[in-house]
């Protein structure tokens, strides 16, 4: 998957999303294989985010490589692969967490989340990630400043469990 930065100032939805790609040339992505404008879209699939306004379809693009034919979804840089729940939730739990509290207030800011999701996001920030930030001394806040760091020294996003690799793309300004 290629995770592309974005301004975290922005509810999650198709138009953000669609307005990030659309502003992308597919020959500015790199290939897992390490080539440069290679990639070609290769249709998509709808993928649900759970945001303060409900549960969202999102349409995610996928591209492939003439190369080496590896394909990548197109991924922007609030969304946690894998995971129904945003990026900013993720580390609200987690900060919360080092607060001292139990993550549940989160609930109050988006209605979608159940208990269940964030004692599940709560024990893989305390088993997977909580001592990774810690070593490399990585704060939770700002939350937009967590995906360059994360995805350049663990290859991940944060928060992101399955070890799939993870490249990024920082759009030129």
């Known amino acids: ?3 592309v930065i974005t301004q975290e100032c922005n509810e999650i939805s198709q138009k953000l999303y669609d307005t990030a790609m659309d502003s992308i040339q597919t020959c500015q992505l790199e290939c897992s294989c390490g080539h440069c404008g290679c990639l070609v879209g290769h ?16 349409a995610i693009r996928r591209v492939q ?3 080496c034919n590896a394909t990548h979804a197109l991924l922007l840089s609030g969304i946690v692969p894998y995971s129904q729940v945003p990026l900013s939730d993720h580390a609200a739990i987690a900060s919360s967490y080092e607060n001292g509290m139990d993550g549940m207030e989160v609930m109050d800011t988006n209605p979608e ?8 996001i709560l024990s893989l920030y305390i088993r997977f ?4 930030l810690l070593s490399e001394r990585l704060p939770l806040s700002p939350v937009h400043a967590l995906t360059q760091p994360c995805i350049r020294l663990f290859g991940r996003q944060f928060m992101q469990i399955k070890n799939t690799r993870n490249l990024l793309f920082a759009p030129p300004t």
């Open 43 to 58: 249709g998509g699939y709808t993928r649900y985010v759970k945001t303060s306004m409900g549960k969202i379809p999102l």
């Open 129 to 132: 990630w909580r001592q990774r």
């Open 65 to 67: 490589c003439s190369l």
């Open 1 to 3: 998957m290629i995770t």
């Open 113 to 120: 989340l159940s208990p269940s999701q964030v004692f599940y």
